[in-house]
């Protein structure tokens, strides 16, 4: 009744779990080991149930590790990055979990609007998943050196045990939704991490 003829879904890397395969690709079978990653699977099995059904053309977006302006670091659901930035410009000592050798796809929040509008207007995505990520690896410790880099202080970090359902490693093959999209990301981690910095010495100024 509404006559929505394409929904794109806010999938998540989460959906493929432990698999120490790198990098992730979409014919990777799911795996997912955190009640989140399986209601991200489930929403995709519904997207194929509601094209079948009602011919809806829908598209799955697997988000790997987005970061931004207006992530709430108090928040349950706040991802490192958001973390890193408030402790650093805080001036307060940031924990690492585990020996912060495990990697990331940190994607910056520009490049997956980019990915969404390529997944509402390209005819040929309709009934197709895509990763969104930039196809490079970042460690946590990498991150916390970049961050600490860009405002200009020494920064050094407390580490503390692994905690459970943390995946070790994670990276995107892009190459489906450079193909079949056009995306490209355009802009890379520090970048980022230099607007988000930025972003938030101002909300500290008001």
Known sequence: TCRVKRVVFACSAAIYGEDPELPKRETMAPA???????????????????????????????????????????????????????????????????????????????????????????????GRCYNVGCGKRTTLNDLLRILARLDGQQVTPRYAEVRAGDIRDSLADISRAERELGYRPTVGVEEGLGHLLDYERKQRQR
């Open 32 to 126: 997912p080991i955190s009640p989140y990653g399986l209601e991200k699977i489930t929403g995709e099995y519904y997207l194929g149930v509601f094209n079948k059904l009602y011919g809806v053309e829908t598209v799955s977006l697997r988000y790997f590790n987005v970061f931004g302006p207006r992530q709430d670091p108090r928040s349950p659901y706040s991802g490192v990055i958001s973390i890193f930035v408030d402790r650093v410009l805080s001036r307060q000592t940031p924990t690492i979990f585990g020996d912060g050798e495990q990697c990331r796809d940190f994607v910056y929040v520009a490049n997956v609007v980019q990915a969404n509008l390529l997944a509402g207007t390209v005819p040929s995505a309709a």
